[in-house]
């Protein structure tokens, strides 16, 4: 594994955490109930953490270091990595639950397996802490998609359409390129064919509690870990990225 | 490498004071008290105080870290503060006279040990309740004010209130 595989390793972890972070934070003042609120933007703050983590280490390894802000604040949508999945808009509340239940369950297993390895110890600490709070999302996502999957048929049939219409960008989390067959190779990450059946499998099990099914014959799309994006992600982080730019040198 | 008499004394007196700075978001409980305070160390002729966050994005770290360095630079000068990721903190370094503490002040300690999966949300677990000691409450919300506390309402007294979560 190159230093220039590992940054992507990172920056792969980074984004994904920091966009889904920024989408949460999007919801605070707006989410139906104040459990809600609260919960969403905590979740928001835990990725967040995970995120300066992540990012820090990525910086380290540059060439031209750069530090966890600068990578977040001074990058355009073409330089990050995330999941397409992550950047799409908040919808209505069925449709961030819908979001974040398939990307924990992923995070989880992806994540547990850091934290496990010896290859990198710096991720393996980094990851031994985010574990303990992804499973806490983890666990309030998927009582969130049997709430409403198995509530009132508008509740399930809302929900059942958003898992169809965002089932398309899944797919891409199991895509591998160089940098992350290398990672696996190396026993840093796990093997994603594995990973994808105990996915799919956790995913249908509340997917079958919830009354919900799996969209069938869907294309999948990908291009997020190319820096290839959906037009809704440039459209964020023009809003999350503004301050910072217009005073880069800004300290608060 | 053993530590020299001098330096010794130095770690100790640093270690005196940064015992004594508060967690921002549970004033009356230190950071010892919370198992944040890992260690003081001499590294290089000064003092290094290692904390350890509870959550990755606790933004209190920043305000402790502060703190610290405030506190350890009136003994030594020179003193820095380090953030350690490993091993994890767990609650489960929160002492029992500590978990009476945050009794008295309104918040439900953490129950049993983090490796037990059954605490993970308190669903499963009875919280009893700070104010009437019943252990007829339900969870609310497993997220809090803060990163570490779930929200609880107690079904005899109908206070809400907060619980530590087990991590």
Not at chain 2, 132 to 142: D, G, N, P
Request: aromatic share 6%; proline share 4%.
């Amino acid at each position: 594994m190159t230093n220039s595989q590992l940054t992507d390793i990172l920056l792969r972890l980074g984004d994904d955490s920091l966009v889904l972070s920024q989408r949460l934070g999007e919801w605070c003042g707006h989410a139906p109930i104040l459990e809600e609120d609260i919960a969403l933007t905590n979740i928001a703050l835990d990725l967040l953490g995970q995120t300066q983590s992540y990012l820090t280490l990525a910086g380290n390894l540059l060439s031209e270091t750069k530090t966890d802000d600068e990578l977040a604040f001074h990058r355009d949508a073409t330089d990050f990595q995330n999941l397409l999945l992550l950047e799409q808009p908040n919808g209505h509340f069925g449709d961030t639950i819908a979001r974040q239940f398939l990307f924990d369950i992923f995070s989880l297993l992806k994540v547990q397996h850091l934290a496990s390895q010896s290859v990198n110890t710096d991720i393996a600490a980094i990851a031994a802490k985010a574990v303990k709070e992804i499973r806490y999302h983890v666990d309030h996502s998927s009582k969130w998609v049997v709430r409403l999957g198995d509530g009132t048929p508008e509740s399930h049939d809302r929900i059942q359409k958003s898992i169809n219409d965002l089932w398309k960008f899944t797919g891409e989390m199991f895509m591998c390129d160089e940098s992350d067959n290398a990672g696996t190779q190396a026993g840093l990450l796990p093997d994603y064919t594995s990973m994808k059946i105990e996915w799919l499998s956790r995913v249908e099990d509340t997917l079958n509690e919830a009354g919900l099914t799996i969209p069938e014959n869907v294309d999948m799309k990908s291009g997020g870990r190319r820096g290839q994006h959906t037009e809704h992600l440039s459209i964020m982080l023009e809003e999350m990225q503004v301050l910072p730019r217009l005073h880069p040198r800004a300290n608060w | 490498m053993k530590m020299s008499e001098d330096h010794e004394k130095l770690a100790a007196s640093v270690l005196k004071r940064v015992r004594k700075v508060m967690d921002p978001e549970l004033p009356f409980l230190t950071i010892e008290e919370m198992g944040m305070l890992r260690d003081v160390i001499i590294e290089d002729e000064h003092c290094v105080v290692i904390i350890t966050p509870t959550y990755s994005g606790c933004p209190a770290t920043d305000v402790i870290s502060e703190d610290c360095l405030l506190a350890a630079r009136v003994i030594d000068p020179r003193a820095e503060v380090r953030i350690a990721m490993s091993p994890a903190w767990t609650t489960d370094w929160i002492t029992d006279e500590t978990r009476v503490k945050m009794t008295t002040h309104g918040i439900a300690p953490p129950v049993g040990q983090s490796h037990d999966r059954a605490f993970l949300t308190g669903d499963d677990r009875t919280i009893p309740c700070p104010s009437c000691k019943t252990s007829e409450t339900k969870l609310v919300s497993a997220f809090g004010s803060t990163a570490c506390k779930a929200s609880f309402t107690c079904l005899n007294c109908l206070e809400p209130f907060e619980h530590f979560k087990c991590i």
